[in-house]
């Protein structure tokens, strides 16, 4: 898995095939995590089987200024896991604010600046590309940037969840 095959793809491609192979692991890793049998979240929250080509996702329409999205599984607003996919146009900032679910996020493409706290501070912001990962504990106020270029993120917690906007000082 460290050099694409001589009479295969051309590294460019294979080299994005291996970053949705490897996001992919993490992803199944991430929902084992939560939803691992024995476990109360298992019990409550069964994942359907599905396989999506990324050109099958569903998007819709930023809510309220917001980004597009495509629910993989689940549903945010609903009781139990999901995963969804999340697009920033280039310059997209997220302002502090905080879910009352853990989440983990997976950077699918692009660069993605993120900080933790409840004031938007470029200073503290660490740029994560493709293939990174961060998670987002419940409550913890953060914030992101799209600084450079596009960003597509995959999203998995365990709903219902929420966002609540951090209050200016």
């Known amino acids: 898995l460290t050099t694409p095959p001589p009479s295969g793809p051309s590294f460019q491609e294979w080299t994005s095939h291996m970053r949705l192979y490897f996001c992919g692991i993490s992803i199944a890793c991430a929902l084992l995590a939560v939803t691992s049998p024995g476990t109360a979240l298992a019990q409550l929250s069964p994942v359907p089987p599905i396989r999506a080509l990324p050109e099958e996702a569903k998007w819709q329409a930023p809510l309220g200024g917001g980004f ?38 997976f950077v699918v ?6 900080g933790y706290g409840d004031k938007f501070d470029e200073t503290g912001m660490k740029p994560l590309t493709a293939g990174s990962v961060w998670t987002e504990p419940a409550n913890q106020p953060h914030f992101a940037w799209a600084k450079d270029g596009e960003v597509e993120l995959l999203v998995v917690g365990y709903g219902p969840s929420g966002t609540a906007p951090v209050r200016a000082r």
């Open 68 to 105: 597009p999205f495509a629910h993989i599984t689940g549903a945010p607003n609903q009781s139990g896991t999901y995963v969804v996919r999340a697009k920033f146009v280039p310059g997209f900032r997220v302002e502090p604010h905080s879910h009352p679910d853990t989440r983990v996020v």
């Open 109 to 114: 493409s692009g660069t993605v600046l993120i």
